[in-house]
């Protein structure tokens, strides 16, 4: 019957038990609890948030709707591994920086739901992905099926690019709003 070393190096292996042990939970992987975690946030970020695209495209093909559900899923995959990785570094842990992402991905999920407000802001982006999918596979030697899910599949991406671009200025500007708050509270308290 083999002890581990005490927690306290100074404590005495008379104390520490295989009882004690015994009686303490295992841990679970905190990589593994983490990446669920930030697999089922992101999937409802970019699930609602894909709403108003889903709602455009609900006539569409097979062909279309695969597109996009491969395009939001690689989005949640994306977001998954840069939330994870960078789950513990000292910016993320900032009061203000929580904050920030919390309005703006909160934001981002309220328009998408508001009927004119989400069409509005996605029907912009999409036009310009659109366009910019239509010019490239314009001359596309592939087949009707293959261009349909492939140009879906890019024209979600572009248009994912732009939403997260709009994005990121908006978040900016609640970032200074936010880190203005927190400064504040930090002043009045000294």
């Not at 001359?139 to 979600?156: G, K, N, R």
Request: glycine residues 8%.
């Amino acid at each position: 019957m083999s002890t581990h070393d005490p927690d306290n190096p100074f404590q005495s292996p008379a104390t520490v038990s295989q009882a004690v042990d015994v009686e303490q939970p295992q841990k679970i992987d905190d990589l593994v609890v983490a990446t669920a975690k930030a697999a089922v946030r992101w999937s409802l970020i970019c699930g609602i948030s894909a709403i108003p695209s889903w709602m455009i495209a609900s006539g569409e093909t097979t062909a279309v709707l695969g597109g996009m559900a491969t395009g939001v899923i690689l989005f949640v995959i994306g977001y998954t591994i840069l939330d994870v990785c960078t789950r513990k570094h000292p910016l993320r842990r900032r009061p203000e920086v929580k904050l920030t992402l919390a309005i703006t991905y909160g934001t981002r999920i309220a328009i998408s739901i508001l009927f004119p407000i989400g069409f509005t802001v996605d029907i912009f982006c999409g036009i310009l992905a659109v366009a910019a999918t239509g010019a490239v596979f314009e001359t596309s030697t592939l087949d009707h099926v293959e261009l349909e899910f492939t140009s879906t599949l890019v024209t979600t991406f572009i248009q994912g690019c732009l939403l997260n671009c709009v994005l990121a200025v908006y978040g900016l500007i609640v970032y200074a709003f936010c880190s203005a708050i927190v400064t504040s509270q930090r002043s009045g308290g000294s």
